[in-house]
């Protein structure tokens, strides 16, 4: 090559840089629709290509259902072994605790993996999450007290909402919105199965807690094997029929050195490790404590329950909003996609689900063996059936919504349901007269759960309008769910901690056996059938305890019902997402709205009528170090 036309070269190099830059410079002044699309959601469209025969879409969700069969099956079943584990250790109550500190990691690794899996793939987050699930399986398996059971919980529970999440992101990449909810519900409905099959489970494994755990590190993995087989089918189709429309995962400018660009510019900035620390930090530091400081001996007062209140609300969630709004080149928390009301409304919805449910679920499965007199097989049922009732009618729903396409009408029905089941619940809540008013309750609050859960996370789907950002919402949903769940296990732990202790110790004369009742209540049981007074005085006390937590839970469908009056009504297209329409013909059609209006004039402000504008890339591209240029002379791939 000459000097000349070298030179010729770097100038049309240079200038074709310079160009890049300036669109994208232009497009977020304006605040339009910008088009760089992250790797894993470019080659997740050209996959979808690949696999638009009907048996190909088949055999796909046939596969996410798999994967979701062996995590929901595990799910029911160690969720039975977790309270037979924490009684082992003679410390039932910090069962609260596990599901605390289990759902903080979760809250947060739900962002982290959907970015992740913008940047690097879908399959390749999906390995990823499958080696935390096998990790802390084991751990948990082998653990001989409750820190090593938490500990391993925590892996667990990063692997567990890892593969959940790229299930859910891959059956949204692979369905249109009128589809969508359908799409949604194929992972949960191995729910209908695992109801009854959970029970017979537990009862086969017997009281070997240990192993009932232990088995999973080896059959969820088995499990994935189709869904692996299929994302690689489609990889080799990708680059058989297209492979000039598929982008390498990570792009390095030549001025840089591929080890510092990964793991500053990528791992560091782009998945913003610091953010994500202050988030797990903050929520760890303000949850927790609230699970610990009951008991048989309060402990409110100390120093280990009041540092980390304070270092919670005094440093953690200052330092977290200031380096999001200030230093993140890439914010966890989308600020532009928050002020819209169809996802700040959506997001209250999805953190008050799982706080009311943990109201009066998170200690439903000892009620029921404790205080109802129920058998574990029994038991375990029981406790499923909220699941099974809400998939078989958020499946129904779904074959609805192909033709109807509105949400919000069944959202707020659903919600309403939820009023008629507390109220059920607080009426029939122990003894064994209470066997039947308690299962029709659970089914009542399923039927309303399965009009509105999904439900709603596909009308916030709709509400984003683009594909980019649809990992990232849903994230950021599946978070708010697993924020309220801490918050329920959080406020029902602090409940049962601090109110039961004393409710058993006064109807118990002998403390060595309230303490037991209270700490091991499974061993408690054997010793103290059903009918003596010291089982009877405890049955007593469960039942004002659980009087309690479903009054709570029933008080806090107000603002649940309350945010889906907010929520936007979007006709759900036969597309992947809105921004595939012209804006002319993104319809929204909300009396509700429409009335709110003549008292609230700003919710029909045009700003907000649900195109988002992308500003969230004032951060992303505000140096040329940070763009991943198209050009790739400009660029090595790693």
């Not at 009128?178 to 695992?194: E, K, Q, T, Y």
């Not at 992308?614 to 791939?637: A, P, R, W």
């Amino acid at each position: 090559m000459s000097l000349e036309s070298s030179h010729s070269n770097q100038g049309e190099e240079e200038i074709a840089q310079k160009e890049t830059y300036s669109v994208h410079s232009t497009d977020i002044s304006s605040g339009s629709e910008i088009s760089i699309k992250d790797a894993g959601v470019q080659n997740i469209e050209v996959y979808a290509e690949q696999y638009k025969k009907p048996y190909y879409r088949v055999l796909l969700f046939f596969s996410l259902f798999l994967v979701a069969y062996a995590y929901g099956l595990d799910g029911n079943i160690r969720y039975t072994y977790q309270a037979y584990a924490t009684s082992s250790y003679s410390q039932h109550s910090l069962l609260s605790t596990v599901n605390c500190i289990k759902t903080v990691i979760a809250a947060a690794g739900q962002i982290w993996f959907a970015r992740a899996s913008d940047i690097f793939g879908r399959l390749t987050m999906l390995i990823i999450a499958i080696l935390f699930y096998v990790v802390g399986t084991i751990i948990e398996s082998q653990a001989t007290n409750v820190a090593r059971f938490t500990a391993g919980g925590c892996f667990y529970q990063v692997g567990y909402t890892g593969a959940m999440l790229i299930v859910e992101v891959i059956a949204t990449d692979f369905s249109n919105l009128n589809w969508r909810l359908l799409a949604l519900f194929v992972p949960a409905l191995p729910f209908i199965i695992n109801t009854w099959i959970s029970g017979d489970v537990t009862s086969a494994v017997g009281g070997d807690w240990k192993w009932g755990i232990g088995m999973w590190a080896f059959i969820f993995p088995l499990a994935c094997i189709p869904l692996g087989c299929c994302m690689l089918h489609m990889r080799y189709l990708a680059n058989k029929n297209s492979k000039d429309k598929l982008a390498k995962h990570v792009m390095v400018p030549k001025d840089k050195e591929w080890k510092r660009y990964f793991f500053i510019d990528v791992l560091f900035w782009k998945l913003d490790m610091i953010g994500l620390l202050l988030m797990v930090c903050f929520f760890g530091c303000v949850l927790v404590p609230f699970t610990l400081a009951g008991g048989m001996n309060s402990e409110w007062k100390t120093a280990h329950i009041i540092v980390p209140e304070v270092i919670g609300w005094v440093v953690c969630l200052p330092l977290y909003i200031l380096w999001e709004m200030k230093f993140s080149k890439h914010p966890l928390t989308p600020w532009a996609l928050l002020k819209d009301r169809g996802v700040f409304s959506a997001l209250i919805i999805a953190t008050m689900i799982n706080f009311c449910w943990y109201m009066q679920g998170d200690y439903m499965y000892t009620v029921l063996v404790v205080a109802v007199h129920e058998s574990v097989k029994s038991a375990t049922r029981i406790t499923s059936l909220y699941s099974f009732v809400s998939v078989l009618t958020g499946t129904g729903l779904g074959l609805v919504l192909i033709k109807v396409r509105r949400t919000k009408p069944f959202i707020i029905f659903g919600i309403s349901m939820w009023f008629v089941a507390f109220g059920l619940l607080i009426r029939y809540r122990g003894d064994s007269a209470s066997h039947a008013g308690i299962i029709g309750s659970l089914c009542l609050l399923g039927f309303g759960a399965g009009f509105f859960t999904y439900t709603t996370q596909a009308s916030i789907q709709a509400t984003t309008r683009s594909h980019q950002k649809l990992a990232v919402i849903t994230a950021l949903y599946l978070a708010a769910y697993n924020i309220g769940s801490g918050l329920g296990s959080a406020v029902s732990g602090a409940v049962w901690t601090n109110v039961l202790p004393d409710r058993i110790s006064k109807a118990i004369a002998n403390q060595t056996l309230a303490a037991e009742a209270y700490g091991s209540p499974f061993t408690f049981i054997i010793t103290n059938t059903w009918g003596t007074p010291d089982r009877m005085a405890v049955v007593k006390a469960y039942r004002d305890v659980q009087k309690i937590l479903c009054i709570i839970g029933l008080c806090f469908c107000i603002p649940l019902l309350c945010a889906a009056l907010f929520l936007r009504n979007h006709r759900l297209e036969d597309v992947v997402a809105l921004n595939e329409l012209d804006e002319k013909n993104v319809k929204e059609d909300d009396p509700v709205v429409d009335f709110l209006a003549k008292f609230i004039p700003s919710l029909r402000n045009k700003k907000n009528s649900g195109n988002i504008p992308n500003t969230t890339h004032n951060n992303n591209y505000n140096n040329n170090s940070d763009i991943e240029l198209v050009n790739t002379k400009s660029t090595e791939t790693v």
